[in-house]
């Protein structure tokens, strides 16, 4: 191996580094933020502030907010020999409030349904949920699909929503995930194009 060979390799070893360090910097940003030991290193030697992850990249939008329900209809009830819930067609309603309008507004969840493990009372257990929704707003409405897990009674929630735009929000996309209780900590994206396919 020459001179020549040797600069060359060691070029392409620091932008091979560089491109791996920035892939993991998006993905960080579109998780919602770097860990601490990430940004105190990205930051050292800077003098100004750390800066929040949250950003807008034209029709690219990261989103913060909560989600508060207030009308609840678990649907039909049956249990099995073995004790597993199943709750079928059942329907909420939920107040959105977002850093961002087009997201913000009233949530309809339509044809929710859940398996429960766990006491008959629900004092606790685990639960896997799908459902149909719908959040409206004066702008126009986002259809989607949503899926999820919980905990009972402490953890609660991990739901995951990817929705359609229609109204001035067609071609656009949302996801949304929901985490805990009500009120739910919500964060998500809204980007161009169609959800990907299940």
């Known amino acids: 191996m020459n001179t020549h060979d040797t600069a060359y390799r060691r070029q392409v070893g620091a932008l091979g580094r560089r491109w791996a360090a920035g892939a993991a910097m998006s993905l960080c940003l579109a998780l919602g933020g770097m860990p601490a030991l990430a940004q105190e290193a990205s930051t050292a030697g800077d003098s ?10 034209g029709l690219v939008a990261w989103v913060t907010g909560t989600a508060a329900c207030y009308v609840a209809n678990l649907g039909d009830h049956s249990t099995d020999s073995d004790g597993v819930q199943h709750f079928r067609d059942g329907t909420f309603n939920c107040q959105m409030t977002t850093d961002d309008a087009r997201v913000s507004g009233t949530h309809s969840t339509t044809t929710w349904n859940a398996d429960i493990w766990g006491p008959g009372d629900l004092s606790r257990g685990e639960v896997v949920q799908w459902a149909s929704v719908r959040l409206e707003n004066d702008g126009g409405a986002w259809e989607g699909r949503l899926t999820g897990v919980a905990s009972l009674a402490d953890v609660g929630d991990i739901i995951v929503i990817w929705y359609r735009g229609t109204g001035d929000y067609a071609g656009l996309s949302y996801f949304e995930q929901w985490t805990g209780r009500d009120p739910w900590r919500i964060q998500g994206l809204i980007f161009p194009g169609d959800p990907p396919t299940p």
């Open 48 to 57: 100004s502030p750390a800066t929040s992850p949250a950003a807008t990249f």
